[in-house]
């Protein structure tokens, strides 16, 4: 079973409002992922850590979307201006090298009303 | 951009059936294929992956799944299923960058007692 922790399990916000989530990622996991997963199974990638540093996002995460994995500290990821199509599973996955497989925590499932 | 195909939306089986879910993908040098699965309301779990070497590889529970790269296919199979397999089944190629994992959009697998 994946020790990896995503809180909150749900958070509700209006458009407009900022939602932030919760990453732990597994002890021994450098590398930690943030994916965005639609009603329609469509996945996202929206960036990915090693240890404090990015390694890759999309265009969509440098604009509303910031993350961060700090040391000593959970990773986060928050929409500062939430918006009605942002309503989606998010999901942080780690794993102890990029190319390895990923460890999935349960996600946080974000309603923008 | 690399991509992957599930055909089956949807697969209905009986206890004790076998069954092969279909993934297709677009080939862009090199071969890093996976499947996960994801029971409702968690996260994705690993189920097994192909990289070289023998192109049948086995996985969790039963899972096995062969690669192909004259079909561009890597189909996952159980020879007999239980009602605990009932999930949505993922499907993913690793892009060409070397980092994120890109997923199908799933196949949902129900398992009639």
């Known amino acids: 079973n994946s020790k990896v922790i995503q809180t909150p399990r749900y958070l509700v916000k209006g458009q407009g409002q900022k939602a932030k989530m919760r990453c732990i990622p597994e002890k021994g996991h450098p590398v930690v992922f943030w994916y965005q997963q639609n009603k329609n199974n469509e996945f996202k990638f929206l960036i990915n850590f090693q240890n404090q540093e990015v390694l890759q996002q999309i265009d969509m995460t440098e604009k509303r979307f910031s993350a961060e994995c700090p040391s000593n500290s959970p990773c986060s990821l928050e929409i500062q201006s939430s918006e009605a199509g942002d309503s989606a599973l998010y999901l942080c996955?780690?794993?102890?090298?990029?190319?390895?497989?990923?460890?999935f925590g349960s996600g946080t499932r974000l309603t923008v009303l | 951009t690399q991509t992957v195909s599930q055909s089956d939306a949807h697969v209905t089986v009986f206890e004790g059936d076998s069954v092969e879910l279909r993934c297709n993908y677009s080939y862009g040098g090199s071969i890093y294929l996976s499947w996960y699965i994801q029971h409702h309301g968690r996260g994705l779990q690993f189920l097994l992956k192909y990289y070289s070497g023998n192109p049948v590889v086995q996985g969790v529970n039963g899972f096995e799944a062969e690669f192909s790269k004259s079909d561009s296919s890597f189909h996952l199979r159980k020879a007999s299923v239980h009602w605990s397999d009932s999930a949505v089944y993922f499907c993913?190629?690793?892009?060409?960058?070397?980092?994120?994992?890109?997923f199908g959009t799933g196949t949902t697998v129900s398992v009639s007692p």
């Open positions: 996955a780690s794993t102890p090298d990029s190319a390895e497989t990923l460890y």
């Open positions: 993913a190629v690793r892009d060409q960058g070397g980092r994120a994992l890109i």
